[in-house]
């Protein structure tokens, strides 16, 4: 008979449950892991499955090494590094991968099993949505009900290993949770992770060309979150301010990095009654804070007012922020103005847009002062036929004079240029500036809602005894865009001139639902640091808490629920209660003198009696014959009345 050299098979019940669980764990990874690395796990598995199928033999040590050194160089090469979320999920998926080419055992597939618990993991390194939770228990339901269905020497049904499963989550619920309020939080965490999603940006950036931001308006991502300490602004108010730009070169407009700005507070003249509001920010990858314009006071450490009165992070921000703020929406800026300055904020490129620049100074000097001139080119955009649109056509090399004199079809980021240009041309500094306008109030939480649908670009113009003031050509074009909206205007059926699909009634509510349940998220899960577990302790009655109370507090309760635990257990698992029968068959043995050996039957025993004491052979065998029956047979209650009297006898006589 020949030698088996491939598998034995014995691994072909449980395998595609550890395949399965390892291909749900890396499900969340798959939109952002190399498209060969995906190809690898899926092919992979695949082959594993059928080796065990067919028996076929597992590829020699060299060739897995070999394997094994190409998908790191591939890694490597794909993220230019080894260390992060990205790199860090791919090697995983990697690992898996390639342990199935060795897994012949039980043994190996409980590796398998521990990788894909450290890739149900470390998703949450990348984002924590609200579907993470039903995601992780699923996963780790999954992956437990594997490791039963691998563990199990004997087959058994499949509600079974998941009722265990689920019971086993039941358990360690408690404990979680437990851990998850009383645990001290720390402001910063231990290590720094690179976060590394795509999906991680604002969609602002510090250069304009035409056609960026409309092309933003079709996205309905959250950009922030607003909880108004009063009364949510109206929206002509709603300017969250976010970036400055001020250099042009005939197409494109662009700023500087955010650099800390001396002078900035002292600039600014607020006036007005404040408004006070919290922010929620989802992760850019950048540097910008948006805030109300014009902010006054704001607690987001290591943040600063830059010199163009914006705020900015010093490092970007790639989590999830909430921080408070006060802005002032009444205010005065930079009143007083250096030559210097002037001339940086009046500079053109001599060669573009020549026409726009002969139709300012036209305009200019027949208006006579800089104020009517401003009123006439509003008025220009306002009366003429200019319109607003998310589908202007194409511009050419001189976009501003493309845009005045040809298509006169544009989103805010035309108006704005053309109108910052025209300024220019006459002598009146002008910059753009970036950021988002409007938002929806959600009643469902009273927030406000802020889309990158509702990124927007708008004018500041400097004149004399006035300072720099804000001027929106958009709201001349197109006022419903500012007083009503990107959403207000969709519902009333304006949106549709410009690009925009209306959305349904029932659509709009499971939408502002559906972000509700996010905010709350938010709030109460993900922003659970160490100032909200300060006052929740408070409000469970701790005084002062610090960590050490927290730790003893921790530890007091984990002994409870320990305690509770395992008392559940020992009830559900206790050993049964011996049988009536048996205990008194027991005794019998012991009057006997002679123990029953192990695996010993009651007749087998029976028999060693009579030959060891013949005395007692027939009182044996009548005692087991009425044992058997009381054990085994019917009618239970007359034969252990019968059992017990003969051995109560047996006991006198003995």
């Not at 500036?433 to 500041?460: C, K």
Request: with cysteine.
């Amino acid at each position: 008979m020949s030698k088996r050299i491939g598998t034995d098979g014995s691994l072909l019940a449980s395998l595609p449950w550890t395949l399965g669980a390892l291909a749900f764990s890396i499900l969340p990874h798959v939109q952002f892991l190399p498209v060969w690395v995906t190809v690898i796990f899926i092919g992979c598995s695949a082959w594993r499955l059928q080796v065990e199928r067919r028996r076929w033999r597992l590829p020699p040590a060299w060739l897995r090494i070999v394997v094994s050194l190409l998908c790191f160089i591939g890694v490597l090469a794909s993220y230019e590094s080894v260390s992060g979320v990205g790199p860090g999920s791919a090697l995983l998926a990697v690992m898996a991968a390639l342990k199935m080419m060795e897994t012949k055992r039980r043994r190996d597939q409980f590796v398998l099993l521990f990788i894909s618990i450290f890739l149900i993991m470390s998703s949450l390194l990348r984002e924590q949505y609200l579907w993470s939770l039903p995601y992780l228990v699923a996963g780790v339901l999954f992956t437990m009900t594997a490791w039963l269905r691998m563990s199990n020497a004997r087959p058994v049904p499949l509600t079974q290993s998941v009722r265990t499963s689920a019971r086993l989550v039941l358990y360690a619920a408690p404990l979680t949770i437990a851990m998850w309020i009383f645990f001290p939080r720390i402001a910063t965490p231990f290590w720094a992770v690179p976060i590394d999603t795509s999906s991680a940006t604002s969609g602002l950036s510090d250069r304009m060309s035409p056609g960026d931001i409309s092309s933003l308006s079709l996205s309905d991502a959250v950009a922030f979150r607003v909880k108004f300490d009063d009364v949510v602004p109206p929206p002509e108010q709603r300017y969250w301010r976010g970036l400055v730009l001020h250099r042009f070169n005939g197409r494109t407009w662009s700023g500087n990095d955010p650099a800390m700005g001396a002078r900035a507070r002292r600039d600014v003249e607020y006036e007005g009654e404040p408004v006070s509001y919290q922010v929620t920010m989802e992760p850019t990858r950048q540097q910008w804070v948006f805030a109300l314009d014009i902010p006054y006071d704001w607690d987001l450490e290591r943040t600063f007012m830059a010199s163009q009165h914006q705020l900015a992070r010093i490092q970007p921000i790639d989590q999830r922020i909430t921080y408070r703020a006060i802005s002032h929406p009444e205010f005065r800026l930079n009143n007083e103005l250096t030559q210097f300055a002037r001339d940086y904020y009046t500079r053109l490129p001599g060669t573009a847009n020549r026409r726009t620049a002969e139709l300012a100074r036209q305009m200019r000097d027949a208006a006579g002062s800089s104020e009517v001139f401003i009123n006439n080119v509003l008025r220009m955009f306002n009366r003429e036929n200019f319109f607003y649109t998310l589908e202007p056509p194409p511009l050419g090399s001189n976009p501003v004079d493309a845009f005045l004199f040809d298509t006169r079809r544009g989103f805010c980021e035309h108006y704005a240029s053309a109108f910052a240009v025209m300024m220019r041309s006459v002598g009146i500094p002008s910059r753009i500036v970036l950021g988002y306008q409007g938002g929806e109030v959600n009643p469902m939480g009273n927030y406000l809602i802020v889309r990158q649908a509702d990124a927007h670009a708008w004018t500041e113009v400097w004149l004399p005894r006035r300072g720099w003031y804000r001027i929106d050509p958009t709201a001349a074009v197109a006022p419903e865009r500012i007083e009503a909206g990107r959403l207000g205007a969709m519902l009333d059926g304006v949106g549709a001139s410009w690009g925009m699909n209306t959305p349904s009634q029932l659509l709009y509510q499971i939408t502002l639902t559906w972000d509700a349940l996010n905010a709350k998220w938010n709030e109460w899960i993900l922003a659970y640091g160490p100032d909200n577990q300060g006052r929740f302790m408070e409000w469970l009655g701790m005084d002062d808490p610090d960590w050490q109370k927290m730790m003893l507090t921790l530890i007091a309760v984990l002994a409870v629920l320990i305690a509770i635990v395992s008392a559940l257990l020992i009830r559900r698992y206790r050993p049964p209660r011996p049988d009536e029968a048996a205990i008194l068959y027991r005794r019998f043995t012991r009057a006997a003198g002679i123990e029953p050996e192990r695996g010993e039957t009651p007749l087998a025993y029976a028999g060693r009696l009579a030959t060891s004491r013949a005395e007692i052979a027939e009182a044996a065998n009548g005692i087991t014959s009425l044992y058997l029956d009381a054990r085994y047979g019917p009618d239970r209650t007359v034969r252990l009345t019968r059992l017990k009297s003969a051995v109560d006898d047996f006991r006198k006589s003995a």
